[in-house]
């Protein structure tokens, strides 16, 4: 089955900074890569997602990349904010629509120090 | 729109007993997952209903079972709980034909 791995466990920047954290699969067949935040006391929230069509994905101060090739998918957080304290999931799956089984890291802390 | 909503909210059973966790899905998405979280194993997929059929299953065994009714509406059952059985359950929402899933708040279970 699919695996997933994530780097690294633990992440702590300044205030405005960039952080980045990386993911790689293991089955070919994945095509589906979203990233969940999830804060204390609460479920994951979908923050961004990439399909294996696309490379490149930005939402504001949030994008992910996808290498295929390597099978290998990022998040790059940029002026990060004390807010955006939280542990952060990737995962992938596969399916178009009929499998709805995401495989997860296991998670990223992710501390922004003010 | 109102989101995915889990009930109860938290749980304490003791060993042997058995539970059942309700998830109601986003108004008009038909699939509904189950993941269970702990700080060992992560977040691990239990199984996913889609119009009331089991459409997918973790590896998970069989004391764990769910249903999913005509409302989509979805209830979760553990039978003779175990210590390990401890964990935030979480239910997650998805509409036909795309692979986006929303979760929940989570249930969280404490098995004593």
């Known amino acids: 089955g699919e695996n997933v791995e994530q780097h690294p466990s633990t992440l702590s920047v300044q205030e405005g900074d960039s952080a980045v954290i990386k993911c790689t699969y293991s089955?070919?067949?994945?095509?589906?890569f979203p990233w969940y935040k999830q804060e204390l006391g609460k479920g994951p929230q979908l923050i961004i997602d990439?399909?294996?069509n696309v490379g490149e994905k930005k939402d504001q101060r949030i994008a992910v990349t996808l290498n295929k090739t390597a099978k290998h998918f990022s998040l790059h957080i940029t002026e990060t904010q004390p807010e955006d304290s939280a542990v952060y999931f990737c995962?992938?799956?596969w399916g178009g629509g009929s499998n709805y089984k995401l495989t997860f890291g296991k998670g990223t802390l992710l501390t922004v120090n003010p | 729109k109102a989101g995915v909503t889990q009930t109860p909210r938290y749980l304490i059973k003791t060993r042997g007993q058995q539970v059942t966790l309700s998830c109601s899905p986003i108004?008009?998405?038909?699939?509904v997952s189950w993941y269970q979280q702990t700080p060992g194993q992560g977040l691990q997929f239990l199984f996913e209903?889609?119009?009331?059929?089991?459409?997918n299953k973790g590896n998970f065994p069989g004391r764990f079972s769910g249903r999913q009714f005509s409302n989509s509406r979805s209830e979760m059952n553990v039978s003779t709980l175990e210590l390990g059985d401890s964990a935030l359950y979480l239910c997650?929402?998805?509409?036909?034909?795309?692979?986006?899933?929303?979760f929940g708040p989570g249930t969280r279970l404490t098995v004593l």
């Open positions: 209903y889609f119009s009331e059929t089991q459409r």
């Open positions: 997650a929402s998805g509409g036909d034909s795309t692979d986006t899933q929303y």
């Open positions: 995962a992938a799956s």
């Open positions: 990439i399909r294996s």
């Open positions: 089955d070919s067949a994945s095509n589906y």
């Open positions: 108004s008009g998405h038909r699939s």
